[in-house]
């Protein structure tokens, strides 16, 4: 399979080298000429000392007959314009972009980038899950990310303690699965009563994470729950 | 109207600073606060110190409510995001990003983004000048022939049409500072 990994700093080149590893044919765009060179001494020839915002020099990477184009830079504006560029003018199947701002995930997505990363969300729901200050915890994205898994704890001022799940109204394409009490798991059921201390396993659409919020945890703290589900 | 200038160049702050005295509520963000220097002491609208590109600072700066968007940054990337922003998140009609490459200026207007290129226009004025005929697409802002891009969801794009056009007219070149750094 044929990749184009553009940026070289340090995840493009642990990237490159695993990929190389891995027995795919790759090259690597990298606009500062030095950082370029280092890495073809240590990678070999499969550098381009090139800024991979530019259309001509995707075209030189063969952008055209790329399965992947994968933009790590560290700058989102850069990665943004890579995928854009790659997706729309040379019709590069999948396009993958890391950002930075958690909150470029959703507007990278809308703008068709196919996958999005982000370090600082994956930063953020590891220590939530210890810390857990948003109360609704994003343990996972399905679905290239249109779904998301969340588990909610339920409160003492959550609307839902004392009711049963068809008490809730809850958003379409939003599921509530697993309860866990008392250190056990059980299967959500018509006749379940939410109760103080239980925690709920979801699956929402991402955009309907606020309102399962609002329905499971209520509207009480300052704390948004978007840092962690955009 | 309410205006959002994002880069506070030399191109940035004369823009800010006519729309702001013509009676606009006009705001101008930049990273650096060294750039407000190019806006006159008495500038009568609001400068904000801080990132044109995210998403926050955008909200802060009254983008939920803007009219109109114009992102003159030094780096077309970083005006290709805010614009985006704008369009896209904010829902803001008219929107205008400064892409000086013409490549990526062109990619971008098949993709339906406004975008004003100094470069094509600043070529085409002298090609004119020593006689040459003139590129007629090189003036002005050339505005998107079809929808943005396509929509997951099948809903209707907003933003930067070409129906938008809102009277703007060909802006003279001139060289830009502010956001320093980077490109």
């Known amino acids: 399979m044929y990749i184009i990994v553009v940026g070289g700093g340090r995840v493009g080149y642990y990237l490159t080298k695993e990929l190389l590893e891995a027995g795919h044919e790759l090259v690597v765009l990298e606009k500062n000429e030095r950082r370029a060179r280092q890495i073809a001494d240590e990678l070999g020839s499969i550098v381009l000392a090139r800024d991979g915002c530019e259309g001509k020099h995707l075209a030189e990477a063969g952008a055209n007959r790329a399965a992947i184009v994968a933009a790590v830079t560290g700058d989102d504006e850069d990665n943004l314009v890579v995928c854009q560029m790659a997706k729309h003018h040379f019709e590069v199947p999948r396009t993958i972009a890391r950002v930075n701002n958690p909150k470029n995930e959703g507007l990278f997505r809308h703008l068709g980038v196919d996958e999005v990363i982000s370090p600082t969300r994956m930063a953020l729901a590891a220590i939530e899950q210890d810390i857990p200050v948003h109360e609704l915890l994003h343990l996972a994205n399905l679905e290239g990310g249109e779904l998301e898994l969340l588990e909610a704890q339920i409160g003492e001022d959550s609307p839902a303690v004392g009711r049963r799940p068809s008490d809730i109204p809850l958003p379409e394409g939003c599921t509530l699965f697993v309860l866990i009490r008392n250190d056990g798991a059980y299967a959500i059921r018509p006749e379940t009563v939410f109760q103080v201390g239980d925690k709920v396993l979801a699956i929402s659409r991402t955009e309907c994470a606020v309102d399962l919020r609002r329905e499971l945890i209520g509207e009480t703290t300052g704390a948004e729950v978007t840092s962690l589900t955009r | ?183």
Not at chain 2, 1 to 9: A, N, S, T
Not at chain 2, 19 to 38: H, K, M, Q, W, Y
Not at chain 2, 151 to 170: F, I, M, V
Request: with cysteine; proline share 3%; aromatic share 4%.
């Open chain 2, 1 to 183: 109207m309410r205006v959002i200038v994002v880069g506070c160049g030399r191109v940035g702050a004369g823009l800010a600073e006519r729309l702001a005295r013509a009676g606009n509520e006009v705001t101008v963000i930049d990273v650096d606060s060294e750039a407000f220097s190019r806006l006159e002491h008495d500038f009568p609208g609001q400068a904000l110190r801080a990132d044109g590109t995210d998403e926050d600072v955008l909200r802060r700066a009254g983008a939920d409510e803007a009219d109109m968007f114009f992102s003159l940054t030094e780096g077309d990337n970083r005006n290709v995001l805010a614009a985006q922003l704008a369009s896209e998140r904010f829902g803001i009609r008219h929107v205008v990003a400064k892409v000086n490459d013409p490549v990526r200026a062109e990619a971008y207007t098949t993709l339906g983004l406004a975008t004003i290129c100094r470069t094509r226009m600043l070529v085409d004025e002298l090609a004119r000048y020593a006689g040459l005929e003139g590129d007629p697409g090189a003036r002005g802002i050339s505005l998107a022939q079809q929808p943005h891009h396509h929509e997951p969801d099948g809903s209707h794009p907003r933003g930067t049409r070409a129906d938008d056009k809102a009277g703007a007219g060909a802006v003279s070149g001139d060289s830009t500072g502010g956001q320093g750094g980077r490109e």
